[in-house]
């Protein structure tokens, strides 16, 4: 698998730092005092000071749930999910608490949704068979 590229806006970078430095545990790449990129469980995300473009994400009904619309995520091997959704409990205020959506159905997953500071929406999801990540 190719590693993929995101840029997105936050209010600050020291915010940034500390929440996927420390908590999410991405480790910190290049920067400059306009941005950081951040080693995003082998992908590369770029925080770029934009706080004019920060804010709340629309979000439309999904298995009975607010889900933003615009939101970027991971999706990991359940006992990995596991041990992050406990290093974030009581350190973010979830959007969607963990759960198991869609169960009993090809589509099968853990999923949890929360915000980081800027208010950039994040899912990260677990799949007991990676081989139904697309399954219909």
């Not at 853990?110 to 697309?134: C, H, Q, V, W, Y």
Request: charged fraction near 25%; include cysteine; charge should be negative.
């Amino acid at each position: 698998m190719h590693p993929f590229h995101l840029a997105f806006p936050v209010h600050d970078l020291s915010a940034a730092r500390s929440f996927y430095g420390e908590l999410l545990g991405c480790p910190e790449g290049r920067s400059s005092p306009e941005w950081v990129d951040f080693d995003f469980y082998g992908h590369q995300i770029v925080a770029h000071l934009a706080p004019e473009l920060c804010g709340t994400a629309q979000t439309n009904e999904v298995d009975g749930k607010g889900v933003p619309v615009r939101h970027f995520g991971l999706v990991l091997d359940t006992e990995s999910w596991e041990a992050l959704r406990q290093r974030l409990e009581g350190n973010v205020d979830f959007l969607i608490e963990p759960y198991i959506r869609f169960k009993s159905e090809p589509g099968e997953q853990a999923t949890m949704f929360f915000t980081d500071p800027s208010g950039n929406a994040i899912e990260i999801k677990a799949f007991a068979d990676m081989g139904r990540l697309f399954a219909k």
